[in-house]
């Protein structure tokens, strides 16, 4: 397979093992997750980009069919994981990489073109994409990040700030994208459900997200609470598995 100067690497669990591990309707979180998998693979190409899909050992045979490199993800620790991930991406030769989750979609076309713009101009730029409850969805860095994930509360509201500060810290200048909410939870469904009637970016997968509220409207009272209640009221407690380890 052709590799390219720009890498794409989404580090997550295949489509399925992701709706398994948060809980929602295998059949239609299976879906959801595939088509966002398949919306990173179609922004990287738009952007002359490679798609990697780094995963845990037990999802690496059921994405094989996919069109894209797959990888198992290795390290101790969620932090080495992710450190290591970057490693692979420079390793086949990129000068820029973007390391995602998989429970969120891609930015648009230009935000995207211009994030890798930025690493192959300004090699000292770290790109951060916040979740609105304090985690991050994408980290772009245009060399390894080595030692720079250690020590960072994963899984707490501050995972953004901590990175923000470590990257300044360092030496980097830090270019923060617009947030955008991830997929951990139902209600995160929900909220990503609303926006879609005005962001484009979530519009494109409104049917999906319909399909898991739809599964489990009858089996989750939460789920009886409309949209727009959901989002007004519940509150993030955590900050997403961006990148779950496993």
């Known amino acids: 397979m052709k590799t390219h100067r720009r890498q794409v690497i989404l580090f997550t669990r295949s489509p399925r093992a992701e709706s398994r591990a948060k809980g929602f ?3 239609a ?17 738009s952007v002359d980009a490679t798609a990697v899909l ?3 050992q037990a999802s690496v045979r059921e994405l094989q069919p996919l069109p894209l490199l797959v990888e198992p993800q290795s ?13 692979h991406g ?7 990489v973007v390391l995602v989750g998989g429970d969120s979609p891609p930015p648009s076309h230009d935000v995207l073109k211009k994030v890798f713009e930025r690493l192959e101009s300004e090699p000292t730029t770290l790109v951060l994409e916040p979740s609105p409850d304090g985690g991050v969805n994408l ?10 994930f ?10 953004a700030v901590e990175l923000l500060t470590r990257g300044k810290n360092m030496g980097f200048d830090v270019l923060m994208l617009p947030a955008i909410i991830d997929l951990d939870h139902r209600l995160d469904i929900a909220r990503a459900h609303l926006a879609g009637r005005f962001d484009p970016i979530w519009k494109k997968i409104v049917r999906w997200l319909s399909a898991v509220l739809e599964s489990v409207r009858t089996s989750d009272p939460l789920a009886l609470i409309a949209p ?8 993030p407690s955590r900050a997403p598995p961006l990148l779950r380890f496993q």
């Open 54 to 56: 780094a995963s845990p």
């Open 75 to 87: 390290g101790r620790s969620f932090g080495e994981g992710l450190e290591n991930a970057f490693d």
């Open 139 to 148: 980290i772009g860095a245009a060399r390894p990040l080595k030692g720079f």
């Open 29 to 45: 979180g299976t879906r959801l997750f595939g088509k966002l998998v398949s919306l990173w693979i179609e922004a990287a190409r």
């Open 228 to 235: 727009s209640q959901l989002f007004l009221f519940a509150t």
């Open 90 to 96: 420079f390793s086949r030769g990129a000068v820029g």
């Open 25 to 27: 309707p295998v059949r």
């Open 150 to 159: 250690s020590g960072i509360p994963w899984f707490s509201p501050r995972v």
